[in-house]
């Protein structure tokens, strides 16, 4: 093997997602809607007429690599500024070097990663080198800009929406990767399309997530007789710890998953409800995306049998957005217990059923109970209780319903 010099070596040292991260727009993978042949950002980009804007998008969509290749492309002075370590102090000194530069020529522009971190009085800090054209400010953000960035810096910004990457898109990534003198292209690494296909499902639209793993997957490979490492399910698995969670190709799993959280709180089986919720979350997906199914439930399946159903789900809902992973889970988990131990009512919506694609499941709103002695949990788990209610406060109240649910089901079992 020809031997790297050392800035090769330094080079290689690098994160993958930092080595391959793209140069220009043609290298981009993703935001067709936003960069695509004629699209709004892309004229804006090519005819170098940015203004200040807000990136708003999942994590590893290209929010920051968007703001380099504009930074490239303009030919302006790029700064990178996180919200998590700077405070007024660094921003006012930043700002001034701006200013300075503007009186010479130079065209600054200055990223902020995860603005919505910064206060009131830090995004106030900024308002004045907008407004005078000293910075051309590109804010990066997970969150709603319209509720966590405040309204005058946010009329000064034009705010363009990232959506998490499709499937063959990060497969793309991923190949690039694998093939690319700039990733694994020297390795010659062998690999099968659908183990690039589970990685991507694992990634559930983040780039850099997908990047990283498939880096781990590359170094723990065995080798072929060639010295050449060799990707399989096996090792797939083993980096992801998510061996039954992967969401198969169509994505038909995912929803049979989402389908079964469903079914169980819908039946008044809140350990089975637990089960799928937790199979969904440890695959990957988004907390606010259940949060929103629940809400749906709360009206479609509970509705007026108790009305307290829908508020405490978009509690749940809030919880999920001021915390996220993984402490949202125990707010997820109050939320799917608490549909799936009230009375049920579909009088509000009555849902519409594909018996052909259902088929052997039974439709509790049909049965005058309200309930039936379907087994929720998978075969292999059935009979499991990862539920135990205490006699705490109202608590107290909900394990006596279970009670009463159990030995029901248990007395119509096989009927």
Not at 5 to 19: G, M, T
Not at 108 to 129: M, S
Not at 394 to 400: F, I, M, P, T, V
Request: aromatic share 8%; net charge negative.
């Amino acid at each position: 093997m020809e031997q790297l010099n050392l800035f090769e070596k330094k080079k290689l040292e690098e994160p993958l997602a930092s080595r391959l991260r793209p140069a220009n727009l043609e290298e981009f993978v993703g935001q067709e809607h936003l960069v695509g042949e004629g699209k709004v950002l892309r004229r804006l980009i090519e005819e170098d007429r940015i203004t200040s804007m807000v990136f708003w998008g999942p994590p590893g969509v290209g929010k920051t690599t968007l703001a380099r290749i504009i930074a490239q492309r303009t030919k302006a002075k790029f700064i990178d500024f996180s919200a998590v370590t700077s405070g007024i102090k660094e921003i006012k000194a930043v700002m001034e070097e701006a200013d300075e530069g503007r009186r010479f020529g130079e065209k600054t522009i200055l990223f902020v990663d995860e603005i919505h971190r910064f206060n009131k009085a830090q995004q106030d800090a900024f308002l004045p080198y907008v407004e005078k054209g000293a910075i051309i400010l590109i804010g990066a953000t997970t969150e709603n800009p319209s509720f966590e960035i405040n309204s005058a810096l946010l009329s000064r910004c034009k705010v363009f929406v990232l959506k998490a990457l499709e499937e063959k898109d990060i497969v793309s990534l991923l190949k690039r990767a694998i093939e690319d003198e700039r990733g694994f292209g020297a390795r010659k690494v062998k690999y099968k399309k659908e183990d690039l296909e589970a990685l991507a499902r694992f990634a559930n639209g983040d780039a850099r997530m997908a990047l990283s793993t498939l880096e781990m997957v590359i170094n723990n490979a065995d080798t072929d007789k060639d010295g050449h490492p060799k990707i399989t399910r096996e090792n797939v698995e083993q980096c992801t710890s998510r061996k039954s969670l992967l969401y198969d190709k169509k994505g038909e799993e995912h929803y049979n998953i989402i389908s079964a959280l469903h079914k169980s709180m819908r039946n008044s089986d809140p350990d089975a409800a637990v089960y799928w919720l937790a199979r969904i979350l440890e695959a990957g997906e988004d907390p606010l995306y259940v949060a929103r199914r629940l809400i749906r439930f709360a009206s479609e399946d509970v509705g007026l049998a108790d009305p307290r159903a829908l508020e405490l789900c978009v509690a749940a809902y809030q919880a999920c957005h001021y915390i996220g992973m993984p402490e949202c889970t125990v707010n997820l988990t109050q939320a799917v217990v608490y549909l799936a131990m009230s009375p049920k009512s579909n009088a509000l919506d009555v849902a519409y059923i594909d018996l052909d694609y259902g088929k052997g499941y039974k439709y509790a709103h049909d049965f005058e109970e309200k309930i039936t002695a379907m087994v929720c949990l998978p075969e292999n788990l059935e009979g499991h209780e990862y539920y135990h209610p205490t006699e705490q406060g109202l608590e107290g109240k909900y394990k006596a319903r279970l009670e009463q649910i159990k030995a029901w089901k248990k007395e119509h079992k096989d009927k």
